[in-house]
């Protein structure tokens, strides 16, 4: 990346006191024209309580060392007695001219203001709106025409406000005559889902000039999906609230989503890290999970929608010793995932790989800080944290329907950052920090890289999906030892005998290992394995297989089931029977679910069939007829059950997956 220029701090403040900012392309007015604007030109915002400062990034006022435009939060004050701070600051495009909503709240009071500040002229705006003290989130839409074809027509914006309590504004904000305001507000409230909307993104529906969709994430992790009608009756409506992909993540921290096509959206949510609940828990690692969402109308001409997880990916830091100021981002050293990181922007756009005759690839990007643990080489054996930026990026397969890493960067001295900007058929990549703005084509150099065009200023890992990276093979060493935990005793070989001669002649661990070799290799990939050495073996076989990596892992995790079970197996090999389920309490199954991002119904999945490989037939059955599994080999399923007398567990399971079958 290029550093291109350096800005002093904010008037009178240090740098550690912005709290956030970014860079937005704005279009920058001639003087000398009488209408057209002639130029787009690149806005850098920094922000802190007190303060906002909005740099003009084109050549001329580089060239000019043209003085940043600047809003205090005294000039926001309604009467001197009040003691604004600045909270949030939205930049917004209307009428072919950018400007910035300012949301400032003062907290001995419990009240609020909402501003516009038009960064050109230097006005500010005040909107008469409903303004909540309590306000989490705002989000903007791009700029939208009304009145077309009318001696009226104007432009306007869509405006969301994120409130706590599962409660969400929306209204259309516009600038007519030198005043601005926000009309027709909305108010959502989520039955269902009373958990603070903390982030909000705006989406508007192709082909449609009045319907948007809105996507509020809840600090509960789930995401809602919002219609909204700028004009009309029954304007606002909830059309899903979709769960979060694993239990495992924490609260979303950002939410953005692009039509891929008409009626396909891909939706990428930032979850941010979070404390442990108690001692015994371990902290919960930053991640963003893509969605793919298809829109579709009812009878009625209400929209429907139908998702799928396509991915969920850690953040990622590679962290090395040695650093050169010159090469502010680094790249090709060992990754590692990071569980006290905060997320400051996300995005979702297309790539155009230079020289290469290929339809566009998407790409999702996201730009952190995170307290970072290095080696202190002025004292032995210690160590000091900073704060340091981080940025991934990958790009969507949509032949194998996965995520590709396609840049994997970090600042490798203290280097907190506010923001980034996408721009252009090659997407490059400005990043705002608290010392300078830096670009970048890191993208666009790694999926050329995927073609065989070497760039070493990015990381490129082709085969990298849900996280786990191919150049980490495969092992369940970090969780047991597989030596001392070898459990496959005699005894337990012919409890399995017995159990597969009950099963139809083949368990379901059988029936997965099938889809990992061919019939010509099965004889080197049999269950269970004979020695500590057959063992690793087989989780190499598994490992080298073209199965995809979420598949590779939820096998691994059925032979960490039976080693982390070792304790429970009785003299004649059995798992002890009792009520309790021999997994429910197993910490080490659990932290091999949370940190391989395993999703609850392939959890539960992999549970059900390992107990039912385990004559622990009911137990199973609760497992896999929960609401969230769609159960492979069903028929097999039900008469193992009945064969072992489960009736009544039969007939729930056999209702709940008739009732996730697809029609």
């Not at 701070?85 to 495009?93: F, K, L, Q, R, S």
């Not at 029954?234 to 924490?250: A, C, D, E, F």
Request: charged letters at 15%; one cysteine or more; aromatic letters at 8%.
């Amino acid at each position: 990346m290029e550093l291109i220029s350096t800005f002093a701090a904010l008037p009178n403040h240090s740098y550690v006191e912005a709290i956030a900012g970014g860079v937005v392309h704005s279009i920058a007015a001639d003087p000398a024209a009488s209408e057209v604007p002639t130029d787009q030109c690149p806005l850098m915002y920094r922000y802190s309580s007190r303060m906002l400062e909005i740099h003009n990034l084109s050549a001329a006022a580089l060239h000019l060392n043209e003085p940043p435009s600047t809003l205090s939060a005294d000039q926001l004050q309604p009467d001197a007695d009040s003691s604004l701070e600045i909270t949030i600051v939205e930049p917004v495009t209307i009428n072919q001219s950018t400007a910035f909503l300012v949301f400032a709240r003062d907290a001995s009071a419990k009240s609020a203001t909402l501003s516009l500040f038009s960064p050109f002229d230097q006005l500010v705006y005040s909107l008469d709106a409903p303004v909540h003290y309590r306000t989490r989130c705002i989000s903007v839409s791009p700029s939208r025409a009304a009145g077309a074809g009318s001696t009226t027509e104007w432009e306007y914006a869509v405006v969301c406000f994120g409130l706590p309590g599962g409660r969400a504004l929306i209204g259309n904000l516009s600038i007519v005559a030198d005043r601005a305001q926000i009309s027709a507000v909305e108010k959502l409230s989520l039955a269902s889902h009373k958990s603070d909307v903390v982030c909000s993104c705006l989406c508007p529906l192709p082909g449609s000039d009045n319907c948007l969709l809105a996507f509020l994430g809840l600090a509960s992790g789930h995401v809602a999906v919002i219609e909204y009608l700028s004009y009309g009756e029954n304007r606002v409506r909830v059309v899903t609230v979709i769960p979060p992909s694993s239990p495992s993540l924490g609260s979303p921290a950002k939410v953005t989503a692009k039509f891929t096509h008409d009626r396909q959206v891909l939706l990428a949510v930032a979850h941010s890290t979070s404390a442990p609940k108690d001692a015994s828990a371990s902290a919960k690692d930053a991640a963003v999970a893509v969605h793919s969402l298809k829109i579709d109308s009812d009878s009625r001409s209400l929209l429907t929608v139908n998702h799928t997880t396509i991915g969920t990916m850690p953040l990622q830091f590679m962290l090395r010793d040695d650093f050169d100021f010159s090469h502010d981002f680094s790249a090709n050293f060992p990754r590692r995932t990071l569980s006290d990181a905060s997320f400051v922007d996300l995005a979702v756009f297309n790539v155009y790989a230079q020289g290469l005759n290929r339809p566009p690839t998407l790409v999702v990007a996201a730009l952190a800080n995170s307290n970072v643990e290095k080696p202190d080489h002025t004292l032995p054996n210690s160590t000091s944290i900073s704060l340091h930026a981080v940025f991934n990026a990958w790009a969507l397969d949509h032949h194998a329907n996965k995520l590709v890493s396609v840049s994997c960067q970090n600042s490798l001295i203290p280097c907190p950052v506010f923001g980034m900007q996408v721009s252009g058929a090659v997407a490059q990549v400005a990043v705002v920090s608290s010392r300078q703005v830096i670009l970048g084509d890191a993208i666009a150099d790694g999926l050329q890289s995927l073609f065989d065009t070497s760039d070493d200023t990015v990381a490129v890992v082709p085969n990298i999906s849900l996280g786990i990276p191919t150049t980490q093979p495969l092992s369940i060493s970090d969780y047991v030892d597989t030596e001392s935990s070898f459990i496959y005793s005699e005894a337990l070989c012919s409890a399995l005998t017995e159990q597969r001669r009950c099963m139809d002649g083949e368990l379901f661990i059988d029936l997965l290992l099938q889809m990992v070799a061919t019939p010509e290799d099965r004889s080197s990939c049999t269950y269970p394995p004979a020695t500590p050495t057959e063992l690793l073996e087989l989780i190499d076989l598994v490992g080298a297989s073209d199965l995809d990596e979420l598949k590779q892992r939820c096998i691994a995790y059925y032979l960490l089931l039976d080693l982390s079970a070792a304790d429970l197996v009785s003299d004649t090999g059995i798992y002890a029977a009792s009520a309790d389920d021999p997994t429910a309490l197993n910490t080490i199954a659990a932290r091999y679910v949370r940190e391989n991002f395993i999703p609850r119904h392939f959890d539960y999945l992999i549970r059900g069939y390992w107990l039912m490989d385990h004559a622990q037939t009911s137990v199973s059955l609760s497992y896999l007829a929960d609401p969230c599994v769609i159960a492979d080999w069903a028929p097999k399923i039900l008469r193992t059950a009945v064969a072992a007398g489960c009736y009544s567990e039969a007939s729930i399971f056999l209702n709940s997956a008739t009732a996730t079958m697809p029609p």
